[in-house]
């Protein structure tokens, strides 16, 4: 199975900040990454996918990068409502694993 | 528009069965791939199960393999999980979700549902 390390767990961050979380695979994904963000209460929203490609209706603040086994989520400048949990996660066909998550707080 | 409506949730003692249920509008169902995921109380996600687009194909996660049936009907648009054999750790809240690109196998999820909370425990 295909193990994905997200860091950090926690984050404290202010408004304004530029924010990065790191995702990393036990193996080579290419570029099958997703990055999903989660409120309390709610199901989670795709924010990215394939690696880099933002979703209709994301606001451009939020970026993906990387291929193979490491990538990245950034946030290039947090709002009040970003504050939430992201997940990254791997969708190789018959293969799908979570990162642990990463809770984006406040400072 | 998209939508994905858990229900069957409930309490189960040890060692009993639940049948979840996830009913789809909006989208032709019979082409996507659907998959269940689940979240325990202040845990993260883990993928649970997955079934093709016309249910010739299905995949569990090992913690569920074997006690857990993934199926689809798709001349009524709705998705199932039977759970037999439940344990304390299978104690989650229980989402489907809707991958984005039909007929694959491979894909992000791009819609899911609220959500049902499963609690096992004598």
């Known amino acids: 199975d295909i193990q994905m390390t997200q860091s950090p767990s926690t984050l404290s961050a202010s408004v304004g900040d530029r924010v990065t979380i790191t995702c990393r695979a036990s193996?080579?994904?290419?570029?099958?990454l997703a990055w999903y963000q989660q409120k309390p209460g709610k199901a989670p929203k795709v924010l990215i996918s394939?690696?880099?490609s933002l979703e209709s209706g994301v606001p451009s603040r939020f970026s993906g990068s990387g291929s193979g086994t490491e990538f990245t989520l950034t946030i290039s400048s947090l709002q009040p409502d970003d504050f939430a949990t992201y997940y990254c996660q791997q969708y190789n066909p018959y293969s799908w694993t979570f990162g642990q998550g990463t809770k984006v707080e406040i400072k | 528009q998209v939508q994905l409506v858990e229900s069957g949730g409930g309490v189960a003692q040890p060692g009993g069965s639940l049948r979840l249920s996830c009913g789809a509008s909006?989208?032709?169902?019979?082409?996507?791939?659907m998959h269940w995921v689940r979240q325990a109380p202040g845990k993260g996600l883990e993928w649970v199960a997955f079934?093709?687009?016309?249910?010739?194909?299905?995949s569990y996660a090992e913690s569920v393999k074997g006690r857990f049936t993934i199926s689809r009907d798709n001349s009524n648009n709705t998705l199932y999980l039977q759970m037999n054999s439940l344990r304390d750790e299978d104690t989650s809240v229980y989402y489907c979700?809707?991958?984005?690109?039909?007929?694959?196998?491979?894909?992000?999820?791009?819609?899911w549902g609220q959500g049902t909370l499963v609690s096992v425990s004598s």
């Open positions: 193996q080579s994904i290419s570029s099958w």
């Open positions: 979700a809707k991958i984005a690109d039909s007929y694959a196998s491979g894909s992000h999820y791009d819609y």
């Open positions: 909006g989208f032709t169902f019979s082409h996507y791939g």
């Open positions: 394939k690696a880099s």
């Open positions: 079934i093709r687009y016309d249910g010739g194909d299905q």
